[in-house]
């Protein structure tokens, strides 16, 4: 969750020290004369900059998602990757300050924007360094607006690899620009900004559907889209493989991004207090149970265990404990892991099967594991979680309401991406910008996009432009 009062431990923390809390309403008003407005400084400052840190973090697994999607892709679309990654973070950061942060945080509901609601144009406070409510907030504008930046520029970035080998960029940056400042940002609105979803009682801790699902439904419309790698399914319909030109990138790209994640799931507990190392632990559980249960299943199923679903099964963890992690206990958070990996494997072949060409498996990961993630949290929410025990879910003996709220709150993110990004796409492609020539593409986006090889092909001893199909 994104905007919240001061946890459990901060609250007491704030009570025991400070017995007129309310007084203090920014640090300008906080004295060091005591020391007790000097210890409620010292904390200010370190939930500011641990939320630095862990925006750092979040911002550091673009270069994940970046060698993940290289290295399952062909050679000859490397540099076309990296640009598309680098411009993600580029004109994501500027268009969610130009836009999409108001959108997101105005306070207004769905249709804020009839009546002017919705403010455009800047972040205000943005030079601002005292946290506006050290009481109730205790972020100051500069370091919430970074941490919620590198947000908005990993749910873009989700589309990338689906979108791989085929699309042109200059309707990639289009794409790029209209879901940091528009698309993303309204979905957060219902949530985090406190709309719709979250008086209904929705819950998504660190965005397994207001992240992942986002990025993940717009990678499946992308890709619908756009169809298919040439080569991708035979006359017979029947799909190849094209492989991926580098498993030791991707899966350095895998391990970036769980490095990563202790940004993103510790750090949306927005304040450095005895929460985060437990949320902490349980992100590696979940990683570590999704990435064994894929094996295992990929072992089953594809008659080997296939590192490229153990590194995507450990991706579908990550991805479904964000919602309810400040809910579950240990147990919960292994179970919704490892189903995690269980599903992951099958949606990949299920989307390879309607044929539909996701080059890295980006909507299984993240859209369907998303989702996931929102129904474990009905499922196994507990009062017996030591960051959050005010839900329990069906399993915990609180009946179907949570389930039912998280089901609405799946449905309704899938049906506005789905539509939004659908229509986006479908105007790039009308446009004539969207897809890339036959020759284009059997030549690489490399050279026909950017003028720049992502390698000296004349340095490897086989080509890596050329396809390898099974």
Known sequence: MKRKLMGGAAIAAVALMYTEPAAAQSIDDIGRETAEGNALLNMVVLDNIFIFVAAVLVLFMQAGFAMVEAGFTEAKNAANIMMKNLMDVSVGILFFALIGWNIAYSGADIFGFLDGAWGIFGVDGLSDLNPPDVASYPLAVPVDFFFQAAFAAAAATIVSGAVAGRTQFKGYLVYSIIITAIIYPIVVNWKWGGGWLDQMGFVDFAGSGLVHMTGGVAALMGAIFLGPRIGKFGPDGKPRTINGHSIPLAMLGVFILFVGWFGFNPGSQLQADMAVPYIAMMTAFAAAAGAAAAMVTSWVVMGKPDVGMAGNGMLAGLVAICSGIGNFTSIGTLLTGAIAGVIVVFSIKAVEGAKIDDPVGAFSVHGVCGFWGLLATGLFA????????????????GGAGLL???????IA?????????????????GAGILRVSEEEELAGLDLSEHGTPGYDLGTMDVEPSTTVLS
């Open 382 to 397: 507990t009062s017996s979680s030591p960051v959050d025990g005010s839900l329990e879910g069906l399993f915990a003996g």
């Open 413 to 429: 993110i899938f049906a506005f991406v789905a539509l939004a990004s659908g229509l986006l796409f479908g105007a790039l492609k």
């Open 404 to 410: 039912i709220d998280q089901l609405i709150g799946g």
